[in-house]
Every structure is written in structure tokens, then in C-alpha cells.
């Protein structure tokens, strides 16, 4: 038995669980309507407190991507988007895919830490780094690259953002069209990471079901953060979301050291 099923039969309908569970989509989906991304990157920083990676992996399926694809749907010009895009989605699928028998295979003590780095570079960077700008001719080779240094980062961690959050912002694409980039990013990562975890024996019938439930809290949520939106301070909600991340992240590498 995998680790993320042998978790998930010793702990099922427990109140410590559901209560993990409906906090944790709750939130995350309030974070994605607010700021229209950081669901999966919440969820699995929350549950990694209490279960291993791959656990929690499988539980953001499918909350992310009925999240993910409510997000594709808005907006316009989605097949000249996805013309554009279309080898960093295919890039970060077939990275997704290939790494998730790291997060499927290895043992919790390395993939709890890994997932708080991911975390900890993901915080930081978007603290405090620059904003980039691809330079002309160089989206053609570097698309794929991203793609696939996003989907191997995704299957070793079950985390989406990095590199290809900042890279998609780099594209100058607009704020309508990043939202729907993201989108679509978001949903070939939760695609790609959900076979291959599959295929591995890390995702079975019982977190599908598990996954199908935390999509009511994520939904509830995230119409919650759309009401919100209008009454909170951009910037301030966002540097309160990218500081936890930053305390989740600390809180999981360190556990390597213990």
C-alpha cells in the first residue's frame, strides 16, 4: 500500500481530518478568489503539516482543477492564448508526469522538506524579487524549458507556481490573460501530476472521493474571496499570503533537521 493510501485508511472521517480538510480547501479557496491563484500551493502547505506530501497531493486534485477550469473560462482570445502557450503546457504535462514517482516513491522525510523549499523559493521570490521581462525571440526556447522545470518541480513537490508563475508574469500578457494562463497552467500540472501519481499506485478511489468533498469547501471559499476582493487591500492581502507560505515553508524544511 502506498503511503498517501496508508495514510488516508488510518485517518478517514476522524474530526482532526475533516476538520484539516474543510479549513484547509476553505481557505485556499478563499486565497484563489481573492487573488486568483494559490490554491494547490495553500492546500498542500497545510495539509503537509499533517499528512505526508503525497497525501496531500492526491486530496487537491480535484478541487484544483474544478477551480482551475472555472478560472480558464473567463476571458477571451483562449485559442491564440494556448497557440502561444502551448509548449510550456506540453513541457510541464510530460515533467509532471515523468517526476511524480518522486513524490510517490520517496520517503515522507524527504518530500515534506522538499515540498518547504519549494514553498520558501516560491515566498520569496515573489516578496521581493523583480518583476522580469522575456526578451524578444527568446519565448520559443524558453517556454519549453519553463514547462518542464515547472512539471518536474511539480511532481517531486505537488506544488505548481515555480518557475512558471513568475515566467507567465515575465510575458507582459495582460491581467486578463495571465488569469487564464494561470488557469490553464494550473489545470496541465493537476492533469499531468493526477496520472502520474496514478500510474505509481499513489491515487486510488478513496482520495478521489476525499477530493470530490474538499471541492465544496475550495468552492464556498473561493466565491467568498471574489465578495472579498472588493473590501481588502490588494497588496496587503497578498504579502499576508506569501508571509504564511513563507512560515509553512520553514516549518516543513525544517523537519529535515529533526
Excluded at 474544478?66 to 509548449?87: D, F, I, K, M, S
Excluded at 520558501?120 to 524578444?136: D, E, M, N, S, T
Excluded at 500540472?189 to 491515487?203: E, R
Amino acid at each position: 500500500m502506498s503511503t498517501a493510501n496508508a495514510f488516508l485508511s488510518a485517518s478517514p472521517a476522524s474530526p482532526g481530518f475533516l476538520a484539516l480538510l474543510g479549513g484547509t480547501f476553505l481557505f485556499a479557496g478563499c486565497v484563489k478568489g481573492v487573488t486568483g491563484m494559490g490554491l494547490p500551493t495553500v492546500a498542500m502547505g497545510l495539509l503537509g503539516l499533517g499528512m505526508p506530501p503525497v497525501a496531500a497531493a492526491g486530496l487537491l486534485v480535484v478541487p484544483s482543477l474544478v477551480t482551475n477550469l472555472w478560472q480558464c473560462a473567463t476571458g477571451t482570445g483562449t485559442g491564440a492564448l494556448l497557440r502561444r502557450l502551448w509548449p510550456l503546457l506540453l513541457a510541464s504535462a510530460a515533467g509532471a508526469g515523468a517526476s511524480a514517482a518522486l513524490l510517490a516513491r520517496l520517503d515522507p522525510l524527504w518530500t515534506g522538506p522538499a515540498l518547504g523549499v519549494a514553498l520558501i523559493v516560491y515566498a520569496l521570490h515573489a516578496l521581493w524579487a523583480r518583476p522580469l521581462k522575456v526578451p524578444p525571440g527568446a519565448e520559443r526556447w524558453l517556454s519549453p524549458l519553463v514547462g518542464a522545470v515547472t512539471g518536474i518541480v511539480t511532481g517531486a513537490t505537488g506544488v505548481f507556481v515555480m518557475p512558471a508563475v513568475p515566467y507567465l508574469q515575465a510575458l507582459q500578457l495582460g491581467r486578463d490573460a495571465l488569469v487564464q494562463a494561470l488557469g490553464w497552467s494550473f489545470t496541465v500540472s493537476t492533469l499531468a501530476l493526477a496520472a502520474g501519481l496514478a500510474a505509481h499506485g499513489a491515487l486510488r478511489a478513496p482520495q478521489i472521493g476525499w477530493s470530490v468533498l474538499a471541492t465544496l469547501p475550495a468552492l464556498a471559499g473561493m466565491a467568498l474571496g471574489q465578495r472579498l476582493r472588493a473590501r481588502l487591500s490588494p497588496q496587503r492581502f497578498r504579502q499576508a499570503f506569501l508571509g504564511l507560505l513563507l512560515l509553512l515553508g520553514l516549518e516543513l524544511a525544517s523537519r529535515a533537521l529533526r
